[in-house]
């Protein structure tokens, strides 16, 4: 999946949080490729990136699986992709993000302090054209990979490293796990079973551009941005 930089097109979401920890404390996220400079080999890192603001609060899930209530991030991924990477961090305060998505709730929630314990799981749907978005409904959801806490993430304003990253390549020999053009979401909740309360950024991002991503809490909101 892994080719050259030339033909990779990266998906990468993250949730950043200020406080004890800001955005220039964040370190860039690389890819799963590495080039070496001298003796030290270093991440390729993802460059292109599409912002999204949001606050998760109680009784606003969209599902609740194992006993955990689960929020989503829709996505539309016009391209084939060799890998996807993700990381997602709270709270996200007074972050600086360029031309970033706001999300419902977060204008009213911005100053809060609130954050919670990051687990992420990226999914893909069984939709593949645009024209089937809008009943994906009726879709079937394939999670392709999960991830709970990333030593590669700062730490939360509590101290500890408890948000999320993770990263997958897709498999192109299996149909089911490979990253085709279609609906995919991210879902996020806590680790522990509860509620989940707090902001969040999440990014988009690829070292080269795939034109026509876009990111949407709802089904709905995705559709208006196709448009």
């Known amino acids: 999946m892994l080719k050259t930089i030339t033909n990779l097109g990266l ?5 950043i949080s200020t406080g004890a920890v800001n955005a220039q404390k964040l370190k860039s996220f690389g890819s799963s490729i590495e080039i070496k400079a001298g003796p030290v080999k270093k991440k390729v890192p993802y460059l292109d990136v599409i912002s999204y603001l949001g606050h998760a609060s109680p009784g606003t899930e969209n599902e609740v699986k194992d006993g955990k209530k689960f929020y989503y991030i829709y996505l539309w991924i016009p391209a084939i992709a060799p890998e996807i990477g993700l990381r997602m961090m709270s709270p996200a305060g007074d972050s600086k993000t360029k031309n970033p998505i706001m999300g419902a709730g977060y204008e009213e929630n911005k100053d809060s302090k609130e954050f919670f314990d990051t687990y992420i799981t990226l999914e893909r749907s069984s939709v593949f054209t645009k024209e089937g978005i809008a009943g994906s409904s009726d879709a079937t ?3 392709l990979a999960r991830n709970d806490d990333s030593g590669e993430m700062p730490k939360q304003p509590s101290g500890r490293k408890y948000n999320s990253l993770l990263r997958y390549q897709s498999e192109v020999n299996d149909p089911l796990k ?3 053009v279609g609906l995919y979401r991210i879902g996020f909740t806590s680790y522990k ?8 950024l999440a990014q988009v991002g690829s070292p080269v ?3 026509g991503v876009v990111m949407s809490n709802t089904i709905d909101g995705l559709l208006e941005q196709m448009e």
């Open 209 to 211: 551009k795939l034109p």
């Open 11 to 15: 998906l990468t979401i993250f949730l």
């Open 141 to 143: 959801w394939t999670t």
């Open 193 to 200: 079973k509860g509620e989940v309360n707090g902001t969040f």
């Open 178 to 180: 490979a990253l085709t």
